[in-house]
């Protein structure tokens, strides 16, 4: 599958799989803004996501080895978004990543679009309402 992306600076990156068997494509930082709250990492990249795909954003694993913690957990980028794609990560501490190094990752996938049905009962399940920890896990 082929999706369009735009440079927004010479410097960006082309996300690209580190492994033949990876699901996320890594990202690269080419601008770092920093508050008291969050480090914001540009990508200098937009993206063209067709109708019926969304484009996922994640935190590499390399993340555990940072002070940071990516602000929305999961980001989402629309087929309808053409801005800069960034990461804002919450700071907990000062080890972070530096501009060039890889910041995150994106999965574009395809979605349904969900129609919901009222209904007064649901099916039953041998889980049912067991929610948090149920499973003795």
Same mark, same amino acid.
Do not use: W
């Given at each position: 599958?082929?999706?369009?992306?735009?440079?927004?600076? %010479?410097?960006?990156?082309?996300?690209?799989?580190?492994?033949?068997?990876?699901?996320?494509?890594?990202?690269?930082?080419?601008?770092?803004?920093?508050?008291?709250?969050?480090?914001?990492?540009?990508?200098?990249?937009?993206?063209?996501? %067709?109708?019926?795909?969304?484009?996922?954003?994640?935190?590499?694993?390399?993340?555990?080895?940072?002070?940071?913690?990516? /602000?929305?957990?999961?980001?989402?980028?629309?087929?309808?978004?053409?801005?800069?794609?960034?990461?804002?990560?919450?700071?907990?501490?000062?080890?972070?990543?530096?501009?060039?190094?890889?910041?995150?990752?994106?999965?574009?996938?395809?979605?349904?679009?969900?129609?919901?049905?009222?209904?007064?009962?649901?099916?039953?399940?041998?889980?049912? /309402?067991?929610?948090?920890?149920?499973?003795?896990?």
């Amino acid at each position: 599958m082929k999706i369009k992306i735009k440079k927004l600076s %010479p410097e960006a990156i082309i996300p690209k799989y580190a492994h033949e068997g990876d699901a996320g494509m890594d990202v690269y930082a080419v601008s770092k803004e920093e508050t008291s709250k969050f480090v914001e990492y540009g990508t200098g990249l937009s993206f063209e996501i %067709p109708g019926g795909y969304v484009c996922l954003v994640f935190s590499r694993s390399s993340v555990s080895n940072k002070d940071l913690i990516l /602000a929305n957990s999961v980001g989402v980028l629309d087929s309808e978004y053409r801005g800069e794609l960034k990461f804002r990560f919450k700071k907990t501490g000062q080890d972070d990543y530096e501009v060039g190094e890889r910041v995150g990752q994106i999965i574009i996938l395809p979605y349904p679009k969900i129609e919901f049905e009222e209904t007064k009962e649901l099916d039953e399940t041998s889980r049912g /309402a067991g929610g948090f920890g149920s499973t003795g896990v």
